[in-house]
């Protein structure tokens, strides 16, 4: 028999995709269910982005794209960056790709060498894990639990570096928790790296925008270790524009430069007519974002609300993003129809087969005494699912 390659058994399939592809199959059986799982906004691409890309057909945008992007859009991104996060990365240093997951997977195929480690504090993104694995290395867990705020300290980071570490990756606002570090917390995660001058730092800040805090701050904004930031955005949740797959980086220029020789063996350059619509978001009015975000904040507190009904589930609030991450191991151990609760997978099953929510498991997320749900979706739906939840795990006992 023909083998497939052995690099397949070194990663996970997403859970995330998981149970959102267990969710279709099951409503498509003619099943009421209220999908959680997937972390995409409900929200139309504002009008002024759609307007950009049909002008950009109608102008002929349809030919190969260079590597790193359009000129203009990598100079709308150095003008972001300064405006918004009073970053300095010229468009040299930018390189624009098919989402900000191609973006991440590009710098640690970049920078990552066989056996190399790479600290993520926990709960994580679900693909940081697998895609060092896939770059040869190894991932570090730094545990954070809900009674922290699922944020690491200082203490916790130093503890974890070696004479092996080589990155370090983290998101803020987080998937999956929504928690998000103040302007302290990273200056004190900052002073940790400014002792160990090898360590490259990958912030994802895809949630920006998405933050109930009033400000996002950027741990590329501390000079003594700007040079090796590596600041990781796009506009799949600030624009409602998950399937237009636009992420970019900015970068120290040799990162950038080793993104741009990987990317241009693997996609090339990105679409060019979502290329002219992120022109458009990024330089055009901010009010539909605004807007998203005064819902996600409606929303967070209508599931707090409702979550305060439940017992068993603990939680932190969440101060960005679009997710709630309980701690529901009060749950493990109880059963119902004969199948017992034994971990959060088995909840997360039951929740989806008994009240027709599709939740994600927190084991992927690297905290299996959890489970992840986003409420990027109505109130409505929000309202129901809970209702759900609630009644359903009533029945375990």
Known sequence: ????????????????????KLSRELAATGVDVINLSLG???????????????????????????????????????????????????????VVSTGAKHSIMNVMMSII????????????WVSYSEMIKLSEGTPVFVNAKVDTDYKITAEQLEKAITSK???F????????????????????????????????????????????????????????????VITVNGVSKSFAMTGWRIGYIGAPKDVAVACEKLQGQFTSGANSIAQCATIAALSGDMTPTQEMKKAFLRRRDLVLKLMKEIPGMITNTPEG?????????????????????????????????????????????????????????????????????????ARLT
């Open 40 to 94: 995409e906004p409900d929200f139309q691409t504002p009008q002024h982005i759609k307007d950009a890309a049909k002008k950009a057909i109608d102008d002929g945008y349809t030919f190969y794209t260079p590597v790193v992007g359009y000129l203009d859009l990598r100079e709308a991104i150095s003008a972001k960056f300064k405006r918004d996060n009073n970053l300095d990365y010229a468009p040299n240093q930018i």
């Open 113 to 124: 060498n066989k056996n190399d480690e790479v600290i993520v504090p926990t709960p994580y």
């Open 169 to 228: 990756i983290f998101s803020s606002p987080c998937n999956p928790t929504g928690s998000f570090y103040s302007k302290d917390e990273l200056y004190a995660l900052a002073k940790i790296f400014e002792k160990y001058p090898n360590i490259f730092i990958i912030s994802d800040e895809i949630y920006e925008h998405i933050n109930f805090t009033g400000k996002h701050e950027s741990i590329a904004q501390f000079d003594f270790v700007k040079d090796r």
């Open 165 to 167: 570490t080589k990155a």
């Open 1 to 20: 028999m023909i083998e497939l390659a052995a690099r397949l058994n070194l990663i996970s399939e997403s859970n995330t995709l998981k149970m959102a």
């Open 321 to 393: 993003a679009f997710y709630v991450f309980p701690e529901v191991k009060s749950y493990f151990g109880k059963s119902f129809g004969g199948t017992i609760i034994k971990n959060a997978e088995d909840l997360s099953m039951f929740l989806l087969n008994t009240a027709h929510v599709a939740v994600v498991d927190g084991d992927s997320f690297g905290a299996p005494e959890c489970i992840r749900f986003s409420y990027a979706t109505s109130d409505e739906k929000l309202t129901e699912a809970l209702r759900r939840i609630k009644e359903a795990l």
